[in-house]
């Protein structure tokens, strides 16, 4: 199937194989109740991470409590964790032949992702969770996970422009599908840090839906304010790290006090401290692969928003005086290279282009050829060299890591280059 990047046939493809809805993952799950509570976290950039936070502090405090986030990185299954462990493949694969079943059977044909939304679910109550911590897959009003009619809590993260095809061009069409999550009596925390346009419509939306107190984290001196920077120091996290942890306190207390468990916010602040998220802002090495001694940096950073942020951490902790940054790129077709390169690039920076493989049971997601996004970010910025590499991934690290030397090394543009990354690390 050919794509055209953001063209017609390319959008026309696109809605073809993405068809938002919530009959089918209805009709998956059938009209039982589901028996453990939800935090439901929608958002453009950071819902993952404040996912990661989110569990992490509720498992600290003993509570039983599943995570389920997307995409996955290496294997289908690992978007799905049972008190912060991935879950079985054994498990995982049991599930999935009932759920296939069902909408085998009954003639659902059901998306990709509503399967994997139902096997996940019905994994948490298999093994009987009490609080399962769930990302939002595309927009919030409509996708497959916004079948939960109870949660505990909704977050809202930063909204930017990213999908456009599928939830609009604005902030304001953007906002009104992700602010699709919030629900009658449900509290809701929000990023008060959003685009105007963004808390406008949020605000609406929560009046005619008659949702729960909505909290808004707000910023002051450019500092999020939440009661866990009293037990926390903010040293080691950046700006919007501190967001993403301030919003998944603020939801993990809510939840805590709802089902009156007691908690200790030293407690909850140590967890945070353990929290791992791969793939974004993560220093890892690639020395089996290349043979580098110095670590480089993997981001999935995948639109203007996250480019941005990724851009200012680069120049703030990983760019050296006179020394450029070896930039490896892959990005999604669709993106807008107009706002995501200026983000990451600086005059004499070297960039080196791959595309990522092909992504299990997700088809329409394609990568951009390589000499499309070369050619742009030639004509922006002056870089010392840059090249689309020809042969295999491994191949264009070992010839990055040398041409880079001692200097910085960055990946980043797509959280599927970084599974194949951790992919390839893995299998070394």
């Known amino acids: 199937m050919k794509f055209v990047s953001r063209g017609p046939c390319y959008k026309q493809s696109l809605r073809a194989m993405i068809e938002l809805g919530l009959a089918r993952i209805s009709r998956l799950l059938g009209e039982s109740v589901l028996p453990w509570r939800a935090i439901h976290v929608a958002g453009t950039n950071g819902k993952g991470s404040v996912c990661a936070y989110a569990s992490s ?15 996955h990185l290496i294997d289908r299954w690992d978007c799905i964790t049972v008190n912060e462990e991935v879950v079985e493949e054994s498990l995982f694969r049991q599930t999935e032949r009932r759920v296939q079943l069902k909408n085998e059977n009954e003639g659902i044909k059901a998306a990709e992702f509503e399967l994997l939304t139902a096997i996940a679910f019905e994994i948490f109550a298999q093994e009987k969770i009490k609080i399962g911590v769930v990302e939002v897959g595309l927009g919030g009003r409509l996708d497959a996970t916004n079948i939960m009619k109870d949660p505990l809590v909704t977050v809202i993260s930063k909204i930017g422009k990213d999908h456009e095809v599928l939830l609009g061009s604005t902030f304001s069409e953007i906002a009104y599908q992700k ?10 925390i929000v990023d008060g840090t959003n685009h105007e346009d963004v ?11 008659k949702s729960g107190m909505v909290k808004y984290v707000e910023e002051v001196n450019g500092q999020p304010q939440s009661e866990i920077w009293t037990v ?12 993403n942890i301030s919003l998944a306190y603020e939801a993990v207390t809510l939840s805590l006090k709802q089902i009156q468990l007691s ?6 602040a140590t967890a945070i401290q353990h929290t791992s998220w791969q793939g974004r802002l993560q220093m890892l090495s690639i020395k089996p692969l290349t043979g580098r001694t110095q670590p480089i940096l993997l981001d999935g950073a995948h639109n ?4 941005v942020v990724l851009g200012s951490y680069v120049d703030e902790r990983i760019r050296e005086i006179r020394k450029p940054v070896t930039w490896i790129v892959a990005i999604s077709k669709g993106k807008d290279l107009q706002e995501i390169l200026p983000a990451l690039l600086k005059k004499g920076d070297i960039l080196v282009v791959v595309e990522f493989g092909p992504v299990d049971q997700m088809p329409w997601v394609q990568p ?3 000499e499309e996004i070369l050619d742009t970010a030639r004509a922006m910025v002056e870089l010392e060299c840059s090249w689309a590499a020809q042969g295999s991934l491994r191949d264009a690290l070992r010839i990055a890591a040398e ?10 543009g797509s959280l599927y280059l970084v599974s194949d990354v951790l992919r390839l690390l893995r299998y070394s």
């Open 57 to 71: 502090m509720l498992h600290a405090c003993g509570v039983p409590c599943g995570r389920f986030t997307s995409p």
């Open 232 to 243: 926390q120091s903010r040293a080691a996290y950046q700006r919007h790290q501190q967001m």
């Open 304 to 307: 203007a928003q996250s480019a």
């Open 199 to 209: 808390l406008s419509v949020i605000a609406d939306v929560s009046k005619s839906t």
């Open 403 to 412: 041409t880079a030397g001692d200097r910085p090394m960055v990946i980043a």
């Open 179 to 188: 602010a699709g999550v919030l629900k009658p009596d449900v509290p809701a």
């Open 368 to 370: 951009m050829p390589a």
């Open 263 to 268: 908690f200790n916010p030293e407690q909850l």
